[in-house]
Antibody, heavy 121, light 102 residues
Framework: EVHLVDSGGGLVQPGGSLRLSCSGS????????MHWVRQAPGKGLEYVSSISSIGGSTYYADSVKGRFTISRDNSKNTLYLQMSSLRVEDTAVYYC??????????????WGQGTLVTVSS | EIVMTQSPASLSVSPGERATLSCRASQSVSSNLVWYQQKPGQAPRLLIYGASTTGRFSGSGSGTEFTLTISSLQSEDFAVYYC?????????FGQGTKVEIK
């Protein structure tokens, strides 16, 4: 059974940094592209960042480009999102999401439980 | 960016009734559309993609007009449903349709 466990969320001040992690199990982690998708409180869904199976290709939403960095360690079955220069509008639940393909297809078939990031002074 | 518009924003349906949800794209996304279901306090769950059927959930459409049909609503189907296109970068979601108990 596919399992994605997100962690690393918390309260951070504007301008601060945070690193999210996602541990995957129940599938061959290195065979699939992965994403971070966020959902602001009471709002809809937004793809934030994506990475191909071996990390050769990445994608960033315009709203986070230059501030967030996605990476993965396939030897540890772990996905990361380094977030810096955080803004109040980055407040959201961040979901780790598995793609159905090794390339960034954006057809996502499994989601983690989410980790809440709150940016506030 | 392709804008996905879902209608209605909310829908009140009695258990056992049929529900029809719509999703419209601002330009063609071919058949590259997926539907997700999200229950309160839970992560979204992949429901269906393309024109296919899973149990009582059926997806149809191509180009710019898509429909999700729930043939006979069960208590566990009351949730928010999102469509998402994956034809063109960036991928975009609709704003969601909330299906409520009547």
């Amino acid at each position: 059974e596919v399992h994605l466990v997100d962690s690393g969320g918390g309260l951070v001040q504007p301008g601060g940094s945070l690193r999210l992690s996602c541990s995957g199990s129940g599938f061959t982690f290195s065979d699939y592209a992965m994403h971070w998708v966020r959902q602001a409180p009471g709002k809809g869904l937004e793809y934030v960042s994506s990475i191909s199976s071996i990390g050769g290709s990445t994608y960033y939403a315009d709203s986070v480009k230059g501030r967030f960095t996605i990476s993965r360690d396939n030897s540890k079955n772990t996905l990361y999102l380094q977030m810096s220069s955080l803004r109040v509008e980055d407040t959201a639940v961040y979901y780790c999401v598995k793609d159905s393909s090794d390339y960034i297809r954006f057809l996502s078939d499994y989601w983690g439980q989410g980790t809440l990031v709150t940016v506030s002074s | 960016e392709i804008v996905m518009t879902q209608s209605p924003a909310s829908l009140s349906v009695s258990p056992g009734e049929r529900a029809t949800l719509s999703c419209r794209a601002s330009q063609s996304v071919s058949s590259n559309l997926v539907w997700y279901q999200q229950k309160p306090g839970q992560a979204p769950r992949l429901l269906i993609y393309g024109a296919s059927t899973t149990g009582r959930f059926s997806g149809s459409g191509s180009g710019t007009e898509f429909t999700l049909t729930i043939s006979s609503l069960q208590s566990e189907d009351f949730a928010v449903y999102y469509c998402q296109q994956y034809n063109t970068w960036p991928p975009t979601f609709g704003q969601g349709t909330k299906v409520e108990i009547k």
